[in-house]
């Protein structure tokens, strides 16, 4: 499954809060995720580039825990592999990772997650990083095409199309603490 993503800084939080209902986006949940994430050591600093993989560990308030590997397609679009795992067998996993690869980073974020169709919207408030919506659709077809129903669904939420974030938020947070 083919997962892409867009960004947006948000400033107007209760008003895009509105906007969201009033497009008919159900809210799902409200959790708190803490994910760490994990580089093969030598490439810590290396951005998002086709071919390019991270791994997270996550700690998700609502859903538990899981282990995921990101493989790059292009910037904006990841091709994930994930499980989900139980405390024990999560610090198994995290010993290994700590053992073997860089842990590059920590993002503390509080989401809220609402859902219409294909589409889904999060609303994080990311430590350090700020407010941000990520509009994301999972496609297993064509990621152009993919992009061009998220670029529909801006204009409904009034969202400024040349504001788009491509990178994720390890990027962000790495361009920020002048890591890349």
């Known amino acids: 499954m083919k997962e892409i993503e867009l960004r947006f800084k948000v400033k107007e939080v209760n008003e895009l809060l509105k906007k969201v209902e009033n497009l008919g986006f159900?809210?799902?949940?409200?959790?708190?995720?803490?994910?760490?994430?994990?580089?093969?050591?030598?490439?810590?600093?290396?951005?998002?580039?086709?071919?390019?993989?991270?791994?997270?560990?996550?700690?998700?308030?609502v859903k538990g825990f899981s282990a995921v590997k990101k493989t790059t397609i292009e910037p904006g679009i990841w091709e994930e592999l994930e499980i989900n795992v139980d405390k024990k067998n999560l610090d198994f996993i995290q010993t290994l990772m700590r053992d073997s690869l860089s842990s590059i980073l920590t993002i503390d974020k509080n989401r809220s997650t609402f859902k219409?169709?294909?589409?889904?919207?999060?609303?994080?408030?990311?430590?350090n990083l700020g407010d941000?919506?990520?509009?994301?659709?999972?496609?297993?077809?064509?990621?152009y095409e993919g992009k061009e129903?998220?670029?529909?669904?801006?204009?409904?939420?009034?969202?400024?199309?040349?504001?788009?974030i491509e990178d994720g938020y390890v990027t962000l947070i790495k361009k920020k603490n002048g890591l890349l």
């Open 116 to 127: 219409k169709g294909a589409f889904t919207l999060n609303l994080d408030t990311i430590k």
């Open 26 to 61: 159900a809210l799902l949940f409200e959790k708190r995720q803490i994910d760490e994430y994990f580089k093969i050591k030598g490439l810590e600093v290396e951005g998002d580039v086709r071919g390019s993989f991270i791994y997270r560990l996550r700690n998700d308030s």
């Open 132 to 143: 941000f919506i990520e509009i994301e659709l999972l496609d297993e077809n064509d990621y």
């Open 149 to 164: 129903k998220i670029a529909e669904l801006i204009l409904e939420l009034g969202i400024d199309g040349s504001n788009i």
